[in-house]
């Protein structure tokens, strides 16, 4: 079911984006190499109950930790670990979620941790340039397939792949709400949006191809070729004329 929100529920929201923002900056400041991804978790943890926020994730379908935190060919849901240490020249995607209030709010970002390649740098730079194309076209009534074809053609150009099975979503009393958001699509196709309507829109973006598989421990999704992934999510509000990100 497709709901939008009232403005109680988006000025809760709005705080609860603050803290997730805040929180994924506090993060990026980490991310050093020698860090484990398991001391990263219990960074952001500590900081989210200090603010009065509740981590989403944590226990969310028996999600054990956090922060999704997944590593160079890791397109998300990595399960952070003491053996995980930052090495130089990773990419590293933090993905979180922040509730307050009974909302919630989901964002994520992909971090270079020390040198990291030209190639690996320009595939995250791409990846978040692509949620600000969507962001362009986005306003009410901007069908679905409109915004997942601007975020697709743009990260296309660069010969990248855009990953099909895991996609955005709705977002409000609940982490995950309909509809399903794709970062691909056909122009003037798929369901119109609302004013008020809360999404997730988050492009992933993989220096090869688009396919992707799950690893044995359930959760990890890591790209088929095993190349490098990006990730780059905010929570956004739609409004008349546009869109109010409110994990930025
Ligand atoms: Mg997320
Ligand atoms: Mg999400």
Redesign the pocket.
Known sequence: MVTVKNEEQISAMRKAGRVLRDTLLLLEEHAKVGISTAELDRIAYEYIKKEGGVPS?LNYGGFPASV?ISLDEEV?HGIPSKKKILKDGMLVKF???VGMYGVHT???RTVCVGNVSSEKRKLAEVTKESFFEGMKVLKAGTRLGTLGHTIQSYAEKYGYGVVRDLVGHGIGTSVHEDPNVPNFGTEGRGMRLFENMTI?V?PMINLGTYEVYCKDDGWTIVTDDGKASA?Y?NTVVIKQDGVEILTL
Do not use: I, L, Q, T
Request: glycine fraction near 8%.
């Open positions: 994730f999704c998300v993905d979180c979620g989901d964002a994520a997730a988050e990730h999510e």
